[in-house]
Structure formats: structure tokens, C-alpha cells
């Protein structure tokens, strides 16, 4: 899919829609929308612009080959920094491909640095901004992407949701119903679109030099992934956290996906002791078809992370998340997923729960059926050609 060749389609003189993307989470979310603007009759032109905020192999080039994603038209390239550094360096390099492409739109997905510093530059240069992943809220200001979602909902003119509680939500803070469309879970179109070719557990650790002797435990294995400020930047809580992992691992040998955060957290607070390796396999971030195969074939999945909350109750697979507070919470109404904090005793007990043969099952949630970004595809299309845009752009009431 070359995106700049369908930037000017016979017959259609929409300016592109610019697509951002900056952090891991992003890609699997963009990915779909590409697709499903591309297959769109007629073909919605499109601008893929990469902020360069994750920049690592690990972190970003492979997850566009798994993910199939065209290389980005533009990246911006501004890497690591404070918030203030990389949200402020994301803007001023965001400006002038603003400037240049006149896009009828910014569409941004989820709630990173990069997803708010596009969406400020794009209404201030009063260009309609798209939020997919809209009305998510954790109700906990103290977590940065909180803040990313409260502000990109407030400046956003067509916002997609993943589930019925992000229209409440959005209400709450006063955002007409009439900018809000339900769509579904595009995050669930990659599961859907990836699951067949999904990478063996055995494969991902041969392929790593890993010890795949963890792979044989009769109770299976665990999956682990953790990269919240909050739960790996203070010595002391990460110690817990890892002393908590190693009493589980004792009973479920248990493959950590090591975020470049957590990893050198963990060897600047000199904790690397506290892993066994013989029952805890650390490996570097994973592709994102490796993740599918390893969460699919888990036992469980322990994590801090958004997306494999929603992921695992796609596959089905039970999660136990290692915070107090969800911004998806139909995954733990619905799904397999539950809340299990930093809790010692509710970690081990929901462990011991899961490995009794009692896991929660869940159901997979409306919308989360692989067609989430054909829905926004068609709706964009439509809302594009209607004048709303503009005319949302010039009022903040409904
Ligand atoms: C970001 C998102 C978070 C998301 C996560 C997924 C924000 C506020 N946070 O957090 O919502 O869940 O991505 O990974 O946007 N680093 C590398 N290589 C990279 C990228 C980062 O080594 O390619 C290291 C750097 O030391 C950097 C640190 O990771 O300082 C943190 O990266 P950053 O983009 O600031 O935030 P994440 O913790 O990745």
C-alpha cells in the first residue's frame, strides 16, 4: 500500500488524512484503519506519519513488518525525553507537515505523548481531529496517559469507541453524542488478522537462545510484561513486584517480555538477582506475532499493559492486571481479565485460582469482532464528505 500515491483519488479532493503514529501501542491500532481506508470505495487518501517516539528495532521497525503497515511518508524522528521534551519536540516537527499536506483531518489512536501533541497542533491550526480509542478513562490523573486521553477527547471533532462505558464517559465531560460513533475494537482487527500467523512459543525462544525447557511444565507457562512508570521506576515497588513474580514462577514457570524501561530499571536498581532463570525466561520486547503466540498458548497473562488486558480477553486467555485501575473495564466485566494491584496475597491466590482449572472464561465484547476499522472507515468517509468537520471545528456545543 503506497500511501502518498492515493493521496489524490479521481474524483475525490479530500486533502489526506494524516495518520499518526509514535509508540508500540499505536501500530496495531493504525494498522487496520490503513487497511480499511485503502478498501474503502472510493479509497480515502492517506498521510502515515511516524513520530519516531519508540524507535527501536524491537519497538517499532518489526512491529510494522508483522503488522504489515507501509513505511511511514514522513518520521518524525524525536526519540526519548522528559513528557515535556518529547510532547513539545512532537509538535514543532508536527507543524510543518501540517502546513505542507493540508490534511481534511488528523486522525490519532490511543493516548500517548504523540497522540496529544498531534491533536494540539492539529485544532489549533483549526484542522478537524479524529480520536479512535476515544472515552477510555482510568479515573487516576496520575497516570500520563490519563492525561492524553482527557485532553484528546476534549479537542477531538469525531471520536471512535471501544466499548459502551467510553460514550458515558464522554458525556460526563460534556462531549456531545452527536461527535461519538461506536465502532469497536480495532486493536481486536490486528488480533484477528494476525492469529494465524502467529509465532510458536517454542519458536520465539529458540529464536531468542532462551531456555525452552519452561515451555514443558506440566501447568503450562506465564506470560509476563510490565512497563508502567508506576510499577517499575521506584526500587522498592519493582523489588516487590519481582519478589511477588518469583513466588509465582515457583509454582508456573513464567517468559518476561522485558520493555527497554523495566529492563534497565531493573539492572540500575541491581535486582537482576532476584530472577531465577531457570523459571523466569527474560526476553527483549517481542514482535507483535511472537506476543500473539505466546499469549495465546499462556496459561495466564500478568501485566501492566493496555492492550494485552484487551487482547487476552480476545484469546480468551485469563490476565490478571498488575495495577488498581482500568480504563477498559468490559474486560473485567466481560472478558477474563481481573485487577489484582500489587496485592501479594491476591496475585498468588488469583494464580492458585487460575491453576486449580478455574480461570475466568469471558466472552468476547460487541464490536470486538475484527470489522472495528471498516465501521470507522465508512463513517469517517461520510462525516468527511458532510461539512461537519468545519462545522464542528467552529463550535464547542452539540
Ligand atoms: C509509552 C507510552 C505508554 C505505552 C508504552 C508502550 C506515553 C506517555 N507512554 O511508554 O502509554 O504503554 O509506550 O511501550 O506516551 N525506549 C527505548 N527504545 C524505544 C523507546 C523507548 O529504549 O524505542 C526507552 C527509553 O529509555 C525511554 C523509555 O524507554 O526513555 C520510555 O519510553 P517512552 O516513549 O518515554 O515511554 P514508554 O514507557 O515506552
Redesign the pocket.
Known sequence: MSNQSSMKTPGNDLGPVICVVG???NFMKMAPILRAMAAHVPPLPVLLVHTG????KD??DRLFEDLRLPRPDVNLEVG?GT?AI?TAEVMRRFEPIVDTYKPSCVAVVG????TLACSLVAVKKGVPVVHIEAGLRSYDRAM??EI?RILTDQISDRLYTTERTAEENLRLEGIPSSRVCFAGNVMIDSVVFGRSNARSAAETLKVCNADASVLSHPLGYGVVTL?RPSNVDHPETLRALLGVLGEVAARLPLVFAL???TR?NIERFGLMDLIDPTRMVLLPPQGYLEMLGLMSGATVVLTD??GLQEETTALGVPCLTLRENTERPITVEQGTNILVGRDRQAILGAVQEILAGNGKRGRVPEFWDGHAAERIAADLYQWLMSGKPQAALKSSTP
Open positions: 509508540a508500540r501501542p517516539q519508540h524507535y527501536d519497538m517499532s526519548s513528557h518529547q493516548d500517548v505523548n504523540s500520563p496517559e492524553n512497563h520493555h527497554p524501561r534497565s499493559s493496555g
